[in-house]
């Protein structure tokens, strides 16, 4: 009798644990297919630098600037070396003075219009040339050195470089990744960013590839 009882309950129970089994089943399979990480969108335009649709030989979305102003170093649309893709943004080392190289980087201008309030983080693949022959000592001990900018606009005052610039990295002839964020307050308008060679003792070429602009979500 009393095991008929608990074979009675237990049917009266089996559609529930049937429904409970089934909604665990949705679950794990809801998990699966959903993605870890939210989708993010690049805001860099030609962000691997392949695009050169006006064919004026030089990437799309992107111009060179002038940083320092004994520049010797240019910005050239590279076809040899790439992290991904085709191309890549090459900054020479430009000639010698005294010891000091030139400095010169790619801006990408008004990348976002509405940047007030916003933190974007910029993150980019970037290698150097190994060191040559010629002033092959000086070179050789100096590291090559790379900086990113972010940098806003004021409504009444033209740029705003608060926090624009980056640490300064010390790259070596292997593909790395880099990363810089900054935090952008209300009166600041559109957002512009420059991969940027330092002026610096020795060191050699440059290349950036892969540039990823993100906003970053409180
Ligand atoms: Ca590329």
Not at 75 to 95: E, L, P
Request: hydrophobic share 40%.
């Amino acid at each position: 009798m009393l095991r008929n009882r608990a074979m009675i309950r237990n049917r009266a129970m089996l559609p529930w644990l049937l429904g409970v089994w089934a909604m665990a089943l949705w679950l794990v399979a809801a998990a699966a297919s959903a993605p870890e990480v939210a989708a993010v969108r690049n805001l860099c335009r030609n962000p691997g630098f392949e695009l050169d649709k006006n064919q004026d030989g030089m990437p799309d979305d992107w111009e060179s600037v002038e940083l320092h102003a004994h520049r010797t170093s240019q910005c050239k649309h590279d076809r040899q070396i790439s992290y991904a893709g085709d191309c890549s943004a090459m900054i020479t080392q430009g000639s010698l003075y005294a010891t000091i190289t030139g400095t010169a980087g790619w801006i990408q201008r008004r990348m976002v219009e509405r940047g007030g309030g916003k933190t974007l983080r910029v993150s980019v693949y970037v290698r150097a040339g190994e060191p040559e022959e010629v002033n092959r000592y000086v070179k050789t001990i100096f590291p090559t050195r790379v900086r990113l900018y972010l940098f806003g606009e004021d409504r009444k005052t033209g740029s705003d470089y608060s926090g624009a610039a980056s640490p300064v990295f010390e790259i070596g002839p292997e593909w790395q990744k880099i990363s810089h964020t900054n935090t952008f307050p209300r009166n600041i308008t559109a957002l512009s960013l420059i991969l940027a060679r330092e002026a610096q003792i020795g060191g050699g070429h440059v290349w950036f590839d892969n540039v990823e602009v993100v906003e970053m979500k409180k």
